[in-house]
């Protein structure tokens, strides 16, 4: 079993940052590849940003150049630094660390972005 936990979203306005960050209650990094998806009111879960056990990155079309992933292997973390934010990335965000034989979920955090 893996435990996430998210924190980090909030209230921001167009044009500003926010960081998110996942913790991981064992080392995994080894194992997962780790995901940020969001989801918006109405709308399915999508995937934003997914960094590799091997270290590659990708990124959904609408927040290349903007969102950045990265993880910290001593401390079990992966955060999604986001930048230039605009009124649809709103949504909530969740982390999930993903394998051939399962998919681990946090409890997602709400990003809002006012414009």
């Known amino acids: 079993q893996v435990q996430l936990v998210e924190s980090g979203g909030g209230l921001v306005q167009a044009g500003g940052s926010l960081r998110l960050s996942c913790a991981a209650s064992r080392s995994i990094f080894s194992s997962f590849d780790m995901a940020w998806y969001r989801q918006a009111p109405g709308k399915q879960r999508e995937l934003v940003a997914r960094l590799t056990r091997s270290g590659k990155t990708n990124y959904a079309d609408s927040v290349t150049g903007r969102f950045t992933i990265s993880r910290d292997n001593a401390k079990n973390t992966v955060c999604l630094q986001m930048a230039s934010l605009k009124p649809e990335d709103t949504g909530v965000y969740y982390c999930?660390?993903?394998?051939?034989?399962?998919?681990?979920w946090g409890q997602g955090t709400q990003v809002t972005v006012s414009s």
């Open positions: 999930a660390a993903v394998s051939v034989f399962s998919t681990y």
